[in-house]
């Protein structure tokens, strides 16, 4: 392909010492502290340059002084012991893919400002539907993160209502009915977010109530919507999430999307963690509903080895988000734009990263059967895990484990108040962080502190998970004996 294959000395000279960075930090990833021990402000005041280089610096002065000045203030999520929040991870094939994608810079705004990033988009969104087991009807598009996939989503449901915001907009219309969104008081964060940018309002998204196992109940999300067509209101979207960011708890999606059928209301499912344990035939039970579903994410840089950001929202409706968003203005009209997807008409941005790379590179790299055998892992780890839980004398299991995340907390005395619950388990929480070795999270419920323990990391390997319940019976000694 290249017939005078010439490389720059200087270029290929920087890159091998970015690459022997890259290899000796991954080599020795594991014995940096995994949480970043630094303070608020601490990097900016360490930082010597007050203004910008007027003469520029090598590459190899730059190298030096990231690890002098920047380094202590990394939080390591490719740390083996990373096991807070949901892990994001990047394999080799997704850091490798990442210097491709910035060496071609391609910017796939429109099919013709560089046909693969459209095309290779949809082969390997095609892929990852047929990994999971949806049908065809699903199209796919990848953007960075699953708040802005579930936005656009959203605002799909709105435009479905036919009301002309596009047109009119929502303030001073007489002419608009309420519009309500519904998801279960565990969903995240980014759905209200979403009804704050769409102009639904958090007051209008209802939070229904769950079962002990963190579950939507149907009949009080039946129950919410019926009470709001009664007070004239209009129920448009709902919001079932498969691993809830707090408990991995699902909500049960066909029961859902029956209701969702009968009062004609969009189904969004945010599996943005969950979602790729679908690849697993033994997991396939949890898509049970989703080809009833409007809409679906997924996030490949959450459990499936691919470097943040490369998040996938599957629609049935490709063309009602098509009609939410889609202008195009005379300096972007090409010949063959009936012909093809301009990808800048499926949402809000225009310019487009070469994302499908990344995730062309993982899923072809590991193979389906390499990304099945690590997930395969990380679930029979967690079981172990809370099973190893459940017969701790000094830990209690809060939810049940589906997936590769684990909720306890200390067993204390029953006599306690949530203050002092809370201030044992906190202690719990700031020892094993302070360990350096593994890091974890915590979220609550009844006001009472919860700790959060997640499997799901590329690098992880079970001595990591013998590791993590080596350092947390040293800490519940220190909590237990101070
Ligand atoms: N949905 C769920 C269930 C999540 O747990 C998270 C983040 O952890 C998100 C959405 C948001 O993800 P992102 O950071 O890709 O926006």
Known sequence: M???????????????????????????LENFPVLSQTIPDEIKNNFPYVKPPYDGKSIEDLLEDFEKYFFRGITHWNHPGFMAYFNSTSSEAGILSEFLIAAMNLNGMLWKTSPVVTELENIVVNWLREMIGLNENFWGIIYDTASISTFHAIASAREQL???IRGKGIFGRNDLPKIILYCSEHAHSSIDKSAIALGIGTENVRKIKTNKKFEMIPD???KAIENDKKSGYLP???VATIGTTSFASNDPIKSISEICNNFNIWLHIDAAYAGVAAILPEM????????DAESIVINPHKWMFTPIDCSILLTKKKFVLKNAFSIVPDYLRTKEENQVNNLMDYG??????????????????????GIEEKIRNHIKWAKEFSEWIENHKYLKLIAPVHFSTICFQLKTNEMY??????EFNLKLLDLVNSSGKIFISNTMLNNQIILRLTIGSYWQEKRHIEMAKQILNE???KVMNN
């Open 2 to 28: 290249f017939k005078n294959f010439m490389t720059s000395k200087k270029f290929q000279s920087d890159a091998i010492k970015v690459l022997n960075f890259i290899e000796n930090y991954l080599n020795e």
């Open 162 to 164: 036919n009301l002309n």
């Open 220 to 222: 009080e999300l039946l």
């Open 236 to 238: 448009f979207c709902v």
């Open 284 to 291: 396939k039970w949890i898509t049970n509903g989703w080809n």
């Open 348 to 369: 809000l941005q225009l310019g487009r990263r070469f994302r499908a790379l990344k995730l062309w590179f993982v899923i072809s790299n590991l193979g389906v059967k």
């Open 417 to 422: 108040t949530n203050d002092k619950i809370n």
């Open 475 to 477: 800490c519940i000694e």
